[in-house]
């Protein structure tokens, strides 16, 4: 699954990945024998998951790169194929929140949001893309959320998540033919730093916290970052490639 025609392995890139959901991520596909680029703002945050990576037994790279920063993106790319190889997968999870309500969200708050979440993947994907199309392989998955469907405070957030579905649609269509599909995963309650920095937020204990909102999901727990992990692992595989263009609500129940 995880290695090119030449017995080499297949390079991912994980974006986000010193924490959360993309260091899982990140170390789930080093399981499955991918080589994995750990990008994050900075490197040095990138290390802890390289070392996790290597301890297992798995060949990782740290990469520091704002993704909203076009030079910076190429130079990153450049890099990992360089050191790693052409990547052929990639995963945009990279991500900030900047949550209030839309009569007290600033410029800014609003700016730094789709600077990462639309303008990253846009540039990280763009740079990509052609390593894919060279290799006639591709996976790219985007990871969206469901506060895309609305949420109070998120008007930032939730409309960069949303956009990012449409944004991998249209990769579905436009790359398909090249051996290329793209997918986005929308998680729901997830138990990472982000999410714990959202209890600190509202003054709620996170015990607690998590306790109300798994209450409310019909499995009747929280999410895990392991959980966003497994299934980029599966549509990343050989045999997801007549799975694209599609949405995955990873949310413990049904999502629209």
Do not use: C
């Amino acid at each position: 699954m995880s290695t090119s025609p030449n017995g080499s392995p297949r390079v991912a890139i994980v974006t986000g990945a010193a924490r959360g959901i993309g260091a899982a991520t990140a170390l789930r596909l080093a399981q499955d024998g991918f080589a994995v680029a750990v990008l994050d703002l900075k490197e040095d945050d990138a290390r802890g998951t390289v070392e996790a990576i290597e301890a297992a037994g798995g060949r990782a790279l740290a990469v520091g790169a704002d993704v909203g920063d076009a030079e910076q993106v190429q130079a990153a790319v450049d890099r990992i194929a360089a050191e790693l190889g052409p990547p052929v997968v990639l995963v945009n999870n990279a991500g900030v929140t900047r949550d209030n309500m839309l009569f007290k969200m600033s410029d800014a708050d609003w700016d730094v949001v789709m600077h990462v979440h639309l303008r990253g993947s846009f540039l990280m994907t763009r740079a990509a893309q052609k390593h894919m199309i060279d290799q006639k392989f591709g996976r790219i998955v985007n990871l969206s959320s469901t506060s895309a469907l609305g949420n109070r405070g998120q008007a930032n957030y939730a409309t960069a998540k949303a956009g990012l579905q449409g944004f991998t649609k249209t990769l579905a269509i436009e790359l398909g033919k090249f051996g290329v599909t793209a997918n986005s995963i929308a998680p729901g309650f997830i138990q990472t730093e982000m999410t714990k920095a959202t209890a600190e937020r509202i003054g709620e204990e996170w015990e607690s916290y998590v306790a109300k909102r798994a209450a409310a999901i019909p499995v009747a727990r929280a999410g895990l970052p392991e959980d966003i992990a497994h299934t980029v692992s599966f549509l990343v595989s050989e045999g997801a490639g007549f799975v694209s263009g599609q949405v995955i609500y990873v949310a413990g129940g049904p999502r629209n």
